[in-house]
């Protein structure tokens, strides 16, 4: 735009330091920067999550004041005319610090509270459960006893674009223009942090290039530090975050350390559970996944088992929602307790799962069915046989299933219109579209509600004008919210086009609405979804990996994935399947390839781009991906009788681990190891691998 601005972040470096000025000569005299800002500059409230919450209690700067919390959070912004110059200005600016940060220790990560034994890092948030039975639970001595642990590192919200905003001056106020997945947060920090009406800011957002829940809450903050500079020089400014400030500062999945302990029969039925966990908040304890207790018992009898949640504070950016939070670590918990008691019974773990469901629960027919149509027997004996003939590859296969909830929550907007002359639509609604496909879902239920092609529709962008006071678009249930409503949107307009159509029947669509605006017919509806209309349901679905391993390199293939989900009778296939294939991948890159590394000195993320920072490639991507929706089934309650999509397949991608197990443990066997449990966790990458497969120089033999 002309006379643009381009900002980008100053970041402290001295974590528990305090700030004490800066000087910003040398930055300023760099050719075409413009100007400095820091939080002294802010003139309302300096706090990106102004709305005050069970989930954000917590204060959260836009710009540090005081004590730095985390190796890069944001202290200042830079503007320049070029982005080039912005970058440079920002590595330039010298932030002096008050205080040495001294000896205390920089605890990056929650493994690093842990192993510190830094209690007083860690916050009773307890969002755990007590089974009814479990206070009552008889302990036969002929039941066995097993404890371990599992641990899961944090994952970045590796987006197509990093986080981005453009600020407009307007003659009533500012036009901001945020790839964020939550507008109405984004207007009242705005508002809040200039001290404006939230009338005046007008929020709009065509799409965005990918969220994952890192652009919820966290892309507020990169929302507010351009708004301010739009409000402070009266000219558009762009913010548009390299990938490495990107990972520095916004924070990502939380990590987990689970402990557990159980009795249960020697056929591994769990007569009594114990699970303790603590989660990685970040330095804030805002956003705790304190909704995870409904995902926690998947589809098992929970009657006899006690789970205890605690949080801790570490150094590092504030944690928050990334795709199936909470879900995805307990699945991940339970299914690893599972193949734990497989193991240390000797038994298959398939037949331990069974033993733990209920009798009525519809998870054992389909189970069955699922094993059939995967050939799983005849594939677990061709993966023995290639086990014994090959020394340096192994072959392992696992499965495991999921009963996912869904519930409703929020309110979401739709506004449709109807143009009189040739009969063409425009909605725009409250969602965000983020490759999840939620304006083709929106398009699609308006043209069968209103019987004309698809082609006629157009989807608007989504502003706080016509999505006032809407909810933040996660939790996999936006799509089937925004639907509900344009289906509401449209069938009013059919009312009112009714009597037109009666007096007319046999126009032409096009003619018929013509009529319409000549009698005066209002063409226009909105309707809102409140979060109540629609009841909760369950996804119910099973995934199967089986996956080769180079024994000497650690390198993992998986040869073929097997997914059958219930997605109801679902509005579009191929979205469904694109969005069960993507959530699936996003999952393997949390448990084979993503992992976060820090400087334990300073606190530095060190994987900080994709050079050293892994999501999955094409090459990762299973050789033969199935994915089936399980067929002749409705929900009732849902949107045209269909389902969500967007997470479940997350939590099923923990499979991946169980099948690398079952070959790791053949390695094991020819390299004469014992058969230990391996407590696998998240990311098992291939140097973590190799230390499991007691490989030796003396095995290196060519025959």
Known sequence: LPGELYA??????????????FDAEEALQIPGVIAFYTAKDIPGVNDFMPVKSEFSPNVEEVFCSGRILYHGQPVGLVLANTSQAAQKAAKTVCVHYSTDPGTETILPTVKDVADAKRHDRVVNIDYGFTGQSYGEATIPESAIHVSGSYESGGQYHYTMETQTCVCLPLEDG????????????????ISQMLSVPENSLNVSVRRIGGGYGGKASRAVQVACACALACHLTKRSVRLVMTIESNMAVVGKRYGIISN????????????????????????????????????????????????????????????????????TEAYAMIESIIEHIAFVTGSDPLAVRLQNMPNDSPMKPLLQTFLADIEYDRRNGEIAQFNLENRWRKRGIAIVPMKYPVGYFGTLHALVSIYHTDGTVAITHGGIEMGQGINTRAAQVAAKVLGIPVEKIAIKPTTNLTAPNDFCTQASITSEAVAHSVLIACETLLERIAPVRQQHPDVSWEKLTQLCHSQGVDLCATAMYNG????????????????????????????????LEDAGKTLNPEIEIGQIEGAFMMGVGLYLTEALSYDRATGELLTNRSWNYRPPGAKDIPVDLRIRLLQNTINPTGVQRSKATGEPAVNMAVVVLFALRNAINAARTDAGMPQEWIPLGAPCTPDRILRHLGNAYDQYLLH
């Not at 001295?14 to 700030?19: D, G, L, M, P, T």
């Not at 964020?180 to 207007?187: G, P, S, V």
């Not at 805002?286 to 150094?315: H, I, R």
């Not at 629609?534 to 997914?563: F, H, K």
Request: net charge negative; with cysteine.
């Open 260 to 327: 557990y302990s159980a009795e249960v029969t020697p056929e591994g039925r769990i007569l009594r559970l114990h699970n303790e966990f603590l989660h990685d908040a970040g330095c804030n304890s805002n956003e705790a996944p304190d909704f995870m207790q409904g995902y926690y018992g998947n589809c098992y009898d929970k009657d006899v088992w006690c789970v205890v949640s605690k949080t801790a504070l570490t150094d590092s950016a504030s944690n928050t929602w990334c795709r199936a939070p909470g879900s």
């Open 8 to 21: 980008a972040f100053v970041l402290g470096t001295k974590v528990h330091a305090n700030i004490a000025s």
């Open 532 to 563: 109540v209309e629609l009841p909760s349901y369950n996804v119910w679905a099973l995934g199967c990996a089986e996956i080769e391993l180079d024994v000497l390199t650690g390198c993992v293939l998986l040869r073929r994935v097997d997914i």
């Open 174 to 189: 500012m036009e901001v223009h945020t790839a964020t997945q939550a507008i109405t947060l984004t207007q009242i920090a």
